[in-house]
């Protein structure tokens, strides 16, 4: 059938090519966004990411005599990790509603260390140009430690400030242990 010359000419004069849209190139590397309680949009890189989960605040157990920080551990396919309530770890005041159908977990990982980070909402996953990270000066002391810089731009007619955060120091942190 293929090789037949009227199915390659057939009515070739009355089929036009589909029109082809041009893909963008993405600039930069691939980053995930997510909001804290406070409404602060942070960024971490998808390589620095093991996986995002959303269990239901009843599959995290609290934990005595730990930092306050940590909201508990989970068990992620017969591996316990600890979750943290990631803008309270950062210095906001405004703790995680935990009063919710599921919870959004970062799970982050350095060598053999695995960290869920709790946060409000997952915004989207975004190519981020690392070439246009600014260093602010009015970053807050508590959480300068652990930002590699911020992009501002403009989306939906609105500036947005997002902040990249380093997994590996906030994994490495002194805070744990309070």
Not at 80 to 99: E, K, R
Not at 138 to 149: V, W
């Amino acid at each position: 059938m293929v090789g037949n010359p009227d199915f390659l000419m057939g009515e070739a004069d009355s089929i036009q090519a589909p029109e082809f849209q041009e893909l963008e190139t993405p600039e930069g590397e691939l980053h995930l966004r997510f909001r804290v309680p406070s409404g602060n949009e942070f960024a971490l890189p998808a390589t620095g990411i093991r996986e995002v989960l959303d269990p239901p605040p009843d599959r995290i157990t609290p934990m005595p005599n730990v930092s306050p920080l940590l909201l508990g551990t989970f068990n992620v396919r017969g591996r316990v990790i600890w979750v943290a309530d990631l803008g309270q770890f950062l210095g906001d005041n405004v703790p995680l509603n935990s009063d919710r159908a599921e919870i959004f977990v970062i799970a982050v990982e350095d060598q053999d260390t695995i960290l869920g980070l709790a946060v409000e909402r997952i915004v989207k996953m975004q190519w981020l140009d690392l070439e246009k990270l600014q260093m602010s000066a009015n970053m807050p002391d508590g959480m300068a430690p652990f930002l590699k810089g911020e992009w501002t731009f403009e989306e939906n007619e609105r500036p947005v400030t997002l902040r990249l955060l380093d997994q590996v120091s906030i994994l490495r942190s002194a805070r744990w242990a309070a």
